[in-house]
């Protein structure tokens, strides 16, 4: 069973950075492939970026790629997802989410086995 909590999200301005956090709970936190998805109301989840358990390797949606990056630290069972130069079109709900021993390409929710509540990001024009 792993506990997942976000935090860091907010209201920002377009172009300013935002860093998210998650915290998980569990002492096989490194065995999981951490991602963060993104929904706005209406939508479904959309998958933004992840990195593999092994910490090795990243992935990010293309809108996102060359603004946000994710990183994860075993030692404190968190991982972050640093968002720069924000857009209006990355406001959303952001979710922290966890796949034990997923591969690199787990990009679908229902891959998922774990889900935070959710921390708002609202980025204005």
């Known amino acids: 069973q792993v506990q997942l909590v976000e935090s860091g999200g907010g209201l920002v301005q377009a172009g300013d950075s935002l860093r998210l956090s998650c915290a998980a709970s569990g002492r096989t936190f490194s065995r999981y492939t951490m991602a963060w998805f993104r929904q706005t109301p209406g939508k479904e989840r959309q998958f933004v970026a992840n990195?593999?358990?092994?910490?090795?390797?990243?992935s990010y949606t293309d809108s996102v790629k060359g603004r946000f990056t994710i990183s994860r630290d075993n030692a404190k069972n968190t991982v972050a997802l640093q968002m720069n130069s924000l857009k209006p079109e990355d406001s959303a709900i952001y979710y922290c989410?966890?796949?034990?021993?997923?591969?690199?390409?787990?990009?679908?929710?229902?891959?998922?086995?774990?889900w935070g509540q959710g921390t708002q990001v609202t980025v204005s024009s």
């Open positions: 989410a966890a796949n034990y021993a997923g591969s690199p390409g787990s990009s679908m929710a229902r891959e998922y086995d774990y």
């Open positions: 990195i593999h358990w092994t910490g090795d390797i990243r």
